[in-house]
């Protein structure tokens, strides 16, 4: 699933090579990634419209249009494509905005989970999905006191915890087994337990994780590619994700893989123990 740093670089992409442009048509060959206005609406609304900026919220993308804000989630193997008009429609794309100069932003998603739902203007902060999230992972946001507080009124493992994204936003299953690297914490630690100098170290691990990722144009493991076709680097970077077996760069005892919530996680078994204290 592509995460903030992964969202972050389509964002940036889309800016440069689709802010200013206006939409002719909208063409959508599958209907249920439009979660709402049905999609036939959908696409009228959109005629004529301009995208003015592009925005994020956590995993949220949103084109700021001449009247209406258009949120996209990726989910997990969403992506835009730019083509020409009359290039060739990939496999698995399943809606496509032509524009007045000729050319294509072109959604495709594998697996059809990603979604876009249409509001009005500047509305985009008020969807249910992007209301519930937590700060941006960026400390004039994210606030180490307020981090230390919502950490103490939890008994659940950390991991499931940041994953829910309402603690801060934007982490998925690769950062947060970085950030826990980084910070030494076992992933199935209980977050109530945590001591205020490990709560120190994890606020400034996730925001240290998510700030080179992003420089980095995200991580890619499978499929992504962000919107000017490229991979992203972070991958070389990684401590814990994904190593399996090889040794942590600290110890050098074998990166161990588990089952945390149902998600495969990473982490060193010497460097990242769960340590047992009272809530």
Request: contains cysteine; aromatic residues 8%; charged residues 30%.
């Amino acid at each position: 699933m592509p995460e903030l740093p992964e969202v972050e670089t389509v964002r940036k992409g889309l800016e440069k090579l689709v802010v200013g442009k206006k939409i002719e048509k909208v063409t959508i060959l599958w209907p249920r990634i439009i979660e709402r206005p049905e999609a036939e609406l959908f696409a009228e609304k959109l005629l004529g419209q301009t995208i003015e900026k592009m925005e994020r919220r956590g995993k949220f993308l949103i084109f700021k249009l001449t009247n209406y804000d258009l949120i996209s989630h990726l989910r997990m193997e969403g992506k835009y494509e730019i083509n020409q008009s009359d290039e060739p429609i990939a496999k698995h794309t399943h809606v496509i905005f032509s524009f007045t100069d000729g050319s294509d932003l072109r959604y495709l998603d594998v697996r059809k989970f990603g979604r876009m739902v249409l509001v009005e203007k500047d509305q985009g902060a008020n969807y249910k999905g992007i209301l519930a999230l937590g700060p941006e992972p960026i400390p004039s946001q994210f606030k180490l006191a307020a981090f230390q507080k919502g950490l103490k009124k939890h008994h659940k493992a950390i991991k499931p915890l940041l994953l829910d994204q309402k603690l801060v936003t934007g982490l998925g299953n690769i950062y947060v087994d970085e950030a826990l690297w980084e910070a030494k914490i076992h992933p199935e630690q209980p977050a109530n337990t945590l001591k205020p100098k490990e709560v120190e170290e994890l606020y400034y691990a996730i925001i240290d994780v998510l700030a080179r990722a992003v420089e980095a144009g995200g991580t890619t493991i499978r499929t992504y590619l962000n919107a000017l076709g490229e991979a992203g680097k972070f991958q070389i970077s990684l401590h814990a994700y994904g190593q399996t077996d090889k040794p942590c760069e600290r110890c050098g005892t074998p990166i161990k893989k588990i089952k945390v919530a149902q998600r495969g996680t990473h982490f060193c078994p010497k460097c990242q123990k769960v340590k047992v204290r009272k809530g």
